[in-house]
């Protein structure tokens, strides 16, 4: 990471609204709400002008409770969910220039299948849990346009291997895997084509301490080897403090705070950071 280079991601003015709004909530700029919800028409602003940039190499950490808008942002960012409004632009992709949400559904599964990869919290929505595990890795990578089937298994039993899943269970299906496991089968098959962002959403929550421990180290060491970009989305601000270079503090659909991660740890500014630095404490 340094100030010399451009941004491999930039997200500019994202907005995600659940129902069509009112007079009362459609002017961004003074809105009644209650949080993030609409009492007059019942209308939810999930995602309230979202702008960030995401350099090379870097870790940005997302951190949220839930109903904070973190997840909408990510299925956004990967086209499981349309946005209302905004853009994003990713380096690797016609240089940046071309606003991602106004693509094809074609071009954005060519985006998701090369260019990005997602690790979700619950597993039974990266994989295919009766699957054998390298088959789910094949699957991305045949996506992504790879047909050589010998080709594919090395680079299935090699993924398996980085992520410490035993070369002898590569054909077991991930329903027979403990949680920590399955997250590591999702994360070699969000690794397959080499994608040079990854996102991650919640990934290590509702494991045990000690697998998350695991999982979130084998992250660390990927993203070392790899050089690879992360968005890392957690309601946890030690997951965050373990991984991420910067942290955004969203609350009610918007972004209350950013800056170093250490920094929002020593100094947080905004009340609700506040809380959220002396409950780690
Ligand atoms: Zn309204």
New binding site residues.
């Given amino acids: 990471m340094g100030q010399i280079s451009s941004p491999i991601m930039s997200v500019r003015q994202l907005n995600k609204q659940f129902g069509k709004?009112?007079e009362?909530?459609?002017n961004s700029d003074n809105r009644k709400l209650e949080r993030n919800y609409?009492r007059?028409?019942g209308?939810v602003y999930s995602c309230q002008n979202l702008s960030f940039d995401l350099y090379p190499g870097e870790v940005l950490g997302i951190v949220g409770e839930s109903g904070s808008g973190k997840s909408t942002l990510m299925r956004s960012l990967y086209f499981d969910q349309e946005v209302t409004t905004g853009e994003a632009y990713l380096q690797p992709y016609k240089e940046g220039a071309v606003n991602l949400f106004q693509e094809s559904s074609q071009q954005q599964k060519y985006i998701r299948n090369h260019l990005m990869g997602k690790v979700y919290q619950n597993p039974v929505l990266g994989l295919r849990m009766g699957f054998s595990s390298i088959g789910n890795i094949a699957e991305k990578m045949i996506a992504a346009g790879n047909r050589n089937v010998a080709a594919m298994e090395a680079r299935g039993s090699e993924l398996l291997d980085q992520v410490h899943i035993p070369v002898y269970r590569m054909k077991e299906a991930p329903k027979k895997f403990s949680g920590g496991m399955q997250q590591r089968v999702q994360i070699a098959k969000a690794l397959s084509n080499n994608p040079p962002i990854l996102l991650l959403d919640e990934v290590t929550t509702g494991l045990d301490l000690s697998v998350q421990a695991n999982v979130l180290d084998l992250i660390k060491h990927l993203q070392r080897e790899l050089k690879i970009s992360m968005l890392l989305v957690s309601h946890d601000l030690g997951v965050i403090r373990m991984l991420a270079d910067r942290t955004m503090v969203m609350l009610d659909g918007r972004v209350v705070e950013q800056g170093l991660t250490d920094q929002i740890l020593e100094d947080p500014q905004h009340a609700y950071t506040q809380q959220l630095v002396h409950s780690l404490l």
């Fill in positions: 709004g009112c009362q909530c459609s609409c007059a028409c209308t």
